[in-house]
């Protein structure tokens, strides 16, 4: 069965670089994305990338997927205290015939920035 | 363009009463698909639905339910409440390969 997994918190230092991670394990999703959940909020789309990409840049954004080891990540460059937040991996699932009105979500990452 | 609304925000139920929630999708978007989030659960696909038919469903019982309407605008319904269903509903509607959440429905049920 389809199934998401992410470390659960992640502490960097303002100016560092943050990486979240996330495997997944249905090699079939076609798309993978990454979602930012602030306190009390819906969750915002941050990117996503097509499975049959590697890298996808998005300003401060970096996303790498890894299809053989069904590993994705989020690189943040110059991470701010306005980054903290929870991060949520999401995958679209094959038996849905990978219908994009369908995601799976990891638990989240909560990163908390510190001054 | 406007983005996903739901309505209410927050809600206080008490067991065995049953609730529905609105939501509006994003002008031009035909895909509404529903969510909840626990905190012990996580976040979990109830249903989707597209141009008025239910095209997926999750692992959720019959007391949970959904329409949608020939504007797309959804609603869900949960009947007989139980405390395990205080949580964040949050409704998505989708283009293409994104799905733009809402900002949420927060259920609470005594």
């Known amino acids: 069965g389809e199934d998401v997994e992410q470390s659960l918190f992640l502490s960097v230092r303002e100016g560092d670089s943050s990486v979240i991670n996330c495997t997944y394990t249905d090699s079939s999703s076609t798309y993978l994305y990454w979602y930012k959940q602030e306190p009390g909020a819906g969750l915002q789309l941050l990117t996503y990338i097509f499975s049959n990409m590697d890298m996808k840049q998005d300003q401060r954004l970096t996303v790498l997927l890894n299809k053989k080891d069904k590993h994705l990540s989020l690189r943040i460059a110059d991470t701010q205290t306005g980054d903290s937040a929870i991060y949520f991996c999401a995958e679209t699932p094959a038996p849905y015939g990978g219908s994009q009105g369908i995601l799976i979500f990891g638990k989240g990452t909560k990163l908390s920035v510190k001054p | 363009k406007a983005g996903v609304t739901q309505t209410p925000r927050y809600l206080i139920k008490t067991r065995g009463q049953q609730v529905t929630l609105s939501c509006s999708p994003i002008s031009g978007h035909r895909s509404v698909s529903w969510y909840q989030q626990t905190p012990g659960q996580g976040l979990q696909f109830l249903f989707e639905?597209?141009?008025?038919?239910?095209?997926n469903k999750g692992n959720f019982p019959g007391r949970f339910s959904g329409r949608q309407f020939s504007n797309s605008r959804s609603e869900m319904n949960v009947s007989t409440l139980e405390l395990g269903d205080s949580a964040l509903y949050l409704c998505a509607s989708s283009s293409a390969e994104t799905q733009y959440f809402g900002p949420g429905t927060r259920l609470l049920v005594l």
């Open positions: 639905y597209f141009s008025e038919t239910q095209r």
